[in-house]
């Protein structure tokens, strides 16, 4: 089983960047699909963006798509979630998914792993 930890939430103002962090354990990086997914306050967890294992794949949803990268560093058994031109309605808690497949669901359904959440917080 592998473990994932998420680090690098903080309060930032809208228009301002954040960097997203999640090391994983326990089992070979390179085969999971990671993905990051939030839960926005008093809402439904929605997804946000995937990779596949080599890192040549990457899907955003519309509403993050030209603002946040994800990237995946298979040497250090970590992902990535670059944030810029942040919103206030990007506030939310954020979790990075393992999934053991090609391509992350973006349902999230059926994930091998998630991790305890970072919160983002965007002032307007």
């Known amino acids: 089983q592998v473990q994932l930890v998420e680090s690098g939430g903080g309060l930032v103002q809208a228009g301002g960047s954040l960097r997203l962090s999640c090391v994983a354990s326990?089992?070979?990086?390179?085969?999971?699909?990671m993905g990051w997914f939030r839960r926005p306050p008093e809402k439904e967890r929605e997804f946000v963006a995937a990779?596949?294992?080599?890192?040549?794949?990457?899907n955003y949803s519309d509403s993050v798509r030209g603002r946040f990268t994800i990237t995946r560093d298979n040497a250090k058994s970590t992902v990535y979630l670059q944030m810029n031109s942040l919103k206030p309605e990007d506030t939310a808690v954020y979790y990075c998914?393992?999934?053991?497949?090609?391509?992350?669901?973006?349902?999230?359904?059926?994930?091998?792993?998630w991790g305890q959440g970072t919160l983002v917080t965007v002032s307007s």
């Open positions: 326990g089992r070979t990086f390179s085969n999971y699909a």
């Open positions: 990779i596949t294992g080599s890192g040549r794949i990457r």
């Open positions: 998914a393992a999934d053991m497949a090609t391509y992350l669901n973006p349902s999230g359904a059926g994930m091998d792993a």
